[in-house]
């Protein structure tokens, strides 16, 4: 959407304020500063950040209501926004009307959509309403918020928004009783062929993608979640390019959990990623480089032992396999001690992380030759909390241990450290203030310090209350 009509659509919403009855938001600012100590290199980072949140009900009707969301950064110090010391943008602006009968919803303006195929950002309308036989149904059509990220790249992204123009998709869902729901979803985002541009760029961002989804719980102690997504689009290929046979599987994510008892859980999972499918049109293309097809197969779980009021220890393992890198394992334990009569709380923790070298560019200044190194490390956290009725503070530890203490990227060191403290008090109930103190000390940044200011203001106005 251009910015003319962002303004126009902000102003219409905001105009039907006036109707509203009931009128709720937050406002969040974050003042930071921080020193960095990299190698040959100092920068003094000093952002700060507004957030803003309104709802607005009972517009006219007690079915209508306004939610409005935005933030807006400004550098104190040295640039450290992507595009110029200062930034900001509208996350959420729309209109919800909800019918009183067959729990039906209306959305209009921009808003976030997560209906089976894709979770996303629109700026359009979206529908759902229950249907009769345990059958439920929505849809939404609008077009894709971008974001400047695409701008990152020009080479691969240029043609970013060009090929996204027009998002659309739908969910029908069906209610299996007191068991659970499945559903299926269709997801389409562009409509543009690439080899309708003239000069077609190396990535296709349109996306077609069919969902299925599942919440079982087919007995009290078991309880089943997960999707599939499956790439249903033709994917341009250049001429010249070798052929490719890329999976079909966007994505599949399922998770079982087992509570053998009160005191003992375990969970399971497993995640199947095809990148350049599942990515294909994220707002934030350069931060997955889909210039680089990659996939992802992942599968682990966690055992928790223990009453979540008491002392309980996790048991975890992951492993994680990537097309491009190789096998990751990750497996360790956590111990947390949380009493609810106790204002305090702690935990600690230890994972060992096994990975294979890698032949990378180093990050040594005017050094670009590629290295072979290792990111194996042992990982070891220790935090305690306290937790008053208008006070509260914490510390946090974390160290890493690398195997490789020759590793060209972390200059020679074997170690990272960072100790976060941070305090906070609630003056009224409507405002908290709090303050983080960090210290870092790493192999890139040698010396990272950093101070977070933090304040939140919680208002409201009733039609006959006023401010409250």
Do not use: C
């Given at each position: 959407?251009?910015q003319?009509?962002?303004?126009?659509l902000?102003?219409t919403l905001?105009?039907?304020?006036a109707?509203a009855?009931?009128?709720?938001?937050f406002?969040?600012?974050?003042l930071?500063?921080g020193?960095?100590d990299v190698?040959g290199?100092n920068?003094?980072?000093?952002p700060?950040?507004?957030?803003?949140?309104?709802?607005?009900?009972?517009?006219?009707?007690?079915?209508l209501?306004?939610?409005?969301?935005?933030?807006?950064a400004m550098?104190?110090?040295?640039?450290?926004?992507?595009?110029?010391?200062?930034?900001?943008?509208?996350?959420?602006?729309?209109?919800?009307y909800?019918?009183?009968?067959?729990?039906?919803?209306?959305?209009?303006?921009?808003?976030?959509?997560?209906?089976?195929a894709?979770?996303?950002?629109?700026?359009g309308?979206s529908?759902?309403?229950?249907?009769?036989?345990?059958?439920?149904?929505?849809?939404?059509?609008?077009?894709?918020v971008?974001y400047?990220t695409?701008?990152?790249?020009?080479?691969?992204?240029?043609?970013?928004?060009?090929q996204?123009?027009v998002?659309f998709?739908?969910?029908?869902g069906?209610?299996?009783?007191?068991?659970?729901?499945?559903?299926?979803?269709?997801?389409?985002?562009?409509?543009?062929?690439?080899?309708?541009?003239?000069t077609?760029?190396?990535?296709?961002?349109?996306r077609?993608?069919?969902?299925?989804?599942?919440?079982?719980a087919?007995?009290?102690r078991?309880?089943?979640?997960g999707?599939?997504?499956?790439?249903?689009?033709?994917?341009?290929?250049?001429?010249?390019t070798?052929?490719?046979?890329?999976?079909?599987?966007?994505?599949?994510?399922?998770?079982?959990?087992?509570?053998?008892?009160?005191?003992?859980?375990?969970?399971?999972?497993?995640v199947?990623r095809?990148?350049?499918?599942?990515?294909a049109g994220?707002n934030?293309p350069d931060l997955?480089?889909?210039d680089?097809?990659?996939k992802?197969?992942a599968?682990?779980?966690?055992?928790?032992?223990?009453?979540?009021?008491a002392?309980q220890?996790?048991?975890?393992y992951?492993q994680?396999?990537?097309?491009?890198?190789?096998?990751?394992?990750?497996?360790?334990?956590d111990?947390?001690?949380?009493?609810p009569?106790?204002?305090?709380?702690?935990?600690g923790?230890?994972?060992?992380?096994?990975?294979?070298?890698l032949l990378?560019?180093?990050?040594?200044?005017?050094?670009?030759?590629?290295?072979?190194f290792?990111?194996?490390?042992e990982?070891?956290?220790?935090?305690?909390?306290?937790q008053?009725?208008?006070?509260?503070?914490?510390?946090?530890g974390i160290?890493y241990?690398?195997?490789?203490?020759?590793?060209?990227?972390?200059?020679?060191?074997?170690?990272?450290?960072?100790?976060?403290g941070?305090?906070g008090?609630n003056?009224t109930?409507?405002?908290?203030?709090?303050?983080?103190l960090?210290?870092?000390?790493?192999?890139?940044y040698?010396?990272q310090?950093?101070?977070l200011?933090?304040?939140?203001?919680?208002?409201s106005i009733?039609?006959?209350?006023?401010?409250?």
């Amino acid at each position: 959407m251009k910015q003319r009509n962002r303004v126009v659509l902000l102003v219409t919403l905001a105009s039907t304020g006036a109707w509203a009855q009931e009128f709720s938001g937050f406002s969040t600012t974050m003042l930071q500063y921080g020193k960095q100590d990299v190698p040959g290199f100092n920068q003094t980072i000093a952002p700060g950040t507004e957030f803003l949140g309104i709802d607005g009900t009972h517009l006219g009707s007690d079915a209508l209501s306004l939610h409005l969301y935005g933030w807006g950064a400004m550098d104190l110090g040295d640039q450290s926004l992507p595009f110029g010391k200062s930034a900001g943008d509208l996350s959420y602006a729309y209109l919800d009307y909800r019918f009183g009968q067959a729990n039906a919803e209306l959305k209009a303006g921009r808003f976030a959509v997560n209906q089976g195929a894709g979770v996303e950002q629109v700026d359009g309308v979206s529908a759902r309403t229950d249907l009769r036989g345990g059958f439920n149904l929505s849809a939404f059509f609008g077009t894709p918020v971008h974001y400047k990220t695409q701008e990152l790249r020009p080479g691969t992204n240029y043609d970013y928004k060009y090929q996204t123009d027009v998002i659309f998709g739908s969910r029908l869902g069906y209610r299996l009783g007191t068991v659970g729901e499945v559903g299926v979803s269709y997801l389409q985002d562009g409509t543009t062929k690439v080899e309708d541009i003239a000069t077609p760029p190396p990535v296709d961002f349109t996306r077609k993608q069919v969902g299925t989804d599942l919440r079982l719980a087919p007995v009290a102690r078991l309880e089943i979640t997960g999707h599939t997504l499956f790439d249903v689009a033709s994917h341009y290929q250049a001429p010249g390019t070798p052929g490719q046979s890329p999976s079909r599987v966007a994505e599949e994510d399922y998770a079982a959990s087992y509570k053998f008892s009160p005191v003992a859980t375990l969970t399971v999972n497993y995640v199947e990623r095809n990148l350049e499918a599942y990515f294909a049109g994220t707002n934030l293309p350069d931060l997955f480089h889909l210039d680089t097809p990659d996939k992802i197969k992942a599968k682990g779980g966690t055992l928790a032992l223990g009453p979540a009021d008491a002392v309980q220890v996790i048991l975890d393992y992951r492993q994680t396999d990537r097309e491009t890198y190789g096998t990751t394992t990750r497996y360790g334990a956590d111990v947390r001690w949380a009493v609810p009569e106790s204002k305090y709380q702690a935990g600690g923790g230890f994972h060992k992380v096994s990975s294979p070298d890698l032949l990378m560019p180093t990050a040594i200044p005017y050094s670009f030759a590629p290295a072979l190194f290792g990111m194996s490390r042992e990982e070891y956290r220790a935090w305690v909390m306290y937790q008053g009725k208008s006070f509260h503070a914490s510390l946090d530890g974390i160290f890493y241990q690398f195997d490789d203490s020759s590793n060209p990227n972390l200059y020679s060191k074997s170690t990272i450290t960072q100790v976060v403290g941070s305090v906070g008090m609630n003056p009224t109930a409507n405002l908290s203030v709090s303050g983080d103190l960090t210290y870092a000390l790493d192999a890139y940044y040698k010396n990272q310090v950093s101070v977070l200011l933090r304040t939140t203001y919680r208002f409201s106005i009733a039609s006959k209350g006023g401010s409250k």
